[in-house]
């Protein structure tokens, strides 16, 4: 069973990037049909789809966030990632990587604030 | 692609059939997934293809429709199945969800 956790800052402060990684166990990043996704829910709100990534292809991201965000999978650590830039309050969330929309992180809420 | 679910809120009693559509603002063909999510957790996929039930999910959840019009139905309701769910497409990007249907136990 593949399982997903989140690791990064809870607190960000304005315009600064946010860095968030996955962390795969139970199966391999490079060696699946699995794409990789990040996808957030702010507090009390619905779902968000930021983009994805498959190991071998390149990544597709949600125009909403135009030029903010980076998607990149390190094969040798069994992780992705994802970067968002100019972080603003609009991005407190809880952030989840997501494989294939079936296996989920348990989620890592990252507030934006000064 | 807007996704539009209906009701936003149903409280139903434990027994009872529950049914939530969704409407998609484009056909999707049926590249649509339904997620459940209880209060403080990740979602978790119960039917994808618009059909198709995941391993281990119970059958008294079913999926139908194609195009732009997708129905999910709870055939039998269980206090468990309490919480939120959601529609989402996976025909074009950007993906998008469904605002999301609050299922409460009367």
């Known amino acids: 069973q593949m399982q997903l956790q989140e690791s990064g800052p809870g607190l960000v402060k304005p315009s600064e990037t946010l860095t968030l990684t996955c962390n795969v166990s139970?199966?391999?990043?490079?060696?699946?049909?699995?794409?990789w996704a990040w996808i957030r829910q702010p507090p009390g709100k619905g779902l968000e789809w930021l983009g994805s990534?498959?190991?071998?292809?390149?990544?597709y991201y949600n125009p909403s966030l135009k030029s903010r965000i980076t998607i990149s999978v390190d094969t040798s650590k069994n992780q992705f990632s994802l970067s968002l830039t100019s972080m603003t309050a609009t991005d407190t969330a809880v952030y989840y990587c997501?494989?294939?929309?079936?296996?989920w992180g348990q989620g890592t809420l990252v507030t934006v604030s000064s | 692609i807007q996704m539009t679910q209906s009701p936003s809120s149903l409280s139903a009693s434990v027994g009872d059939r529950v049914t939530i559509t969704c409407r998609a603002s484009?056909?999707?063909?049926?590249?649509l997934n339904w997620f459940h999510q209880k209060a403080g957790k990740a979602p978790k996929l119960l039917i994808n293809d618009a059909s198709i039930l995941e391993a281990g999910v119970p059958s008294r959840f079913s999926g139908s429709g194609s195009g732009t019009y997708f129905t999910f139905t709870i055939s039998s309701l269980q206090p468990e199945d309490l919480g939120t769910y959601y529609c989402?497409?996976?025909?074009?990007?950007?993906?998008?969800f469904g605002q999301g249907t609050r299922v409460e136990i009367k």
């Open positions: 139970g199966g391999s990043i490079d060696g699946s049909t699995n794409y």
């Open positions: 989402q497409q996976d025909d074009t990007l950007p993906w998008t």
């Open positions: 997501v494989a294939s929309e079936r296996f």
């Open positions: 484009q056909a999707i063909n049926t590249y």
């Open positions: 990534i498959y190991y071998s292809g390149s990544p």
